[in-house]
């Protein structure tokens, strides 16, 4: 029995020496008010759910410049189950616990705190935050110089930070892949209305919050206010995600 823990710790000090911590590109949100959901811009594509508009404030943290990408996950977790595959790709065929974990480990290998973004970080991001143009999508009113989605994709992912970047100089909000968000979600119902300070969502419910659009969807899935979700345990081809950092004092 002595032996079988020693030997299982070798292992896993092992693995921990093994584990790469991956670069990943940063960008600075300052926090702010801006409102959620279906604003003017939004308001002919959008769905029930995206209203009413509320009011939203947000503390600062940084958000990924990029999607989290295969060399990354690879890196951290040591295996990549994505469909296509491709260092610079996108990773996908990740479920919402995953996403979690790849942001626990590297939290542990860095001393950061990092977490997939709640739905109020992500919106407020791709909106461009308090260098915001309102556009519809994140970064243009057109969606070919932000966005891979059905149209250009070839129904398949591409490699992250090709297209505009949005005016904080994040990529891929739009297209690509949808996006794992923090909150759980009754996916049918509207937002309450009332103003929010740093909205979490319902962590509990097993359903979480998608956001972006990804490759295989149309233009109004891609809005910056559009909403989508998933079963917190599906592993899909067209879902992934990007990383907060937490501001620390």
């Not at 919106?123 to 970064?139: D, L, P, T």
Request: aromatic share 14%; glycine share 8%.
């Amino acid at each position: 029995m002595k032996k079988i823990s020693l030997f299982l710790v070798f292992v896993c000090g092992l693995m921990a020496v093994t584990a790469q911590v991956p670069e990943i590109d940063w960008v600075f949100v300052k926090g702010g008010e801006f409102w959620m959901g279906c604003t003017d811009e939004q308001r002919r594509d959008c769905q029930p759910n995206e209203m009413p508009t509320h009011q939203v404030v947000l503390k600062d943290y940084y958000i990924s410049k990029y999607e989290v990408t295969q060399a990354q996950w690879t890196a951290v977790m040591g295996y990549n189950h994505s469909k296509v595959q491709g260092d610079s790709l996108p990773v996908t065929r990740v479920n919402w616990y995953e996403a979690r974990d790849f942001a626990l480990r590297l939290s542990a290998m860095t001393g950061q705190k990092y977490r997939v973004p709640t739905e109020a970080e992500w919106e407020y991001a791709a909106r461009g935050g308090s260098q915001s143009k309102q556009y519809r999508f994140s970064g243009s009113d057109n969606i070919n110089e932000v966005a891979w989605y059905r149209k250009n994709s070839g129904r398949s992912p591409q490699p992250v930070g090709l297209l505009k970047p949005n005016e904080l100089g994040i990529y891929d909000m739009s297209g690509n892949v949808y996006e794992w968000c923090f909150d759980g979600i009754d996916f049918y119902n509207a937002y309450f209305g009332e103003a929010l300070y740093d909205p979490q969502g319902n962590p509990w419910h097993s359903v979480k919050v998608c956001r972006g659009g990804g490759m295989t969807s149309f233009s109004d899935v891609c809005r910056v206010s559009a909403r989508s979700a998933n079963d917190e345990y599906q592993r899909l081809n067209y879902v992934g995600f990007r990383l907060v950092r937490e501001v620390t004092e």
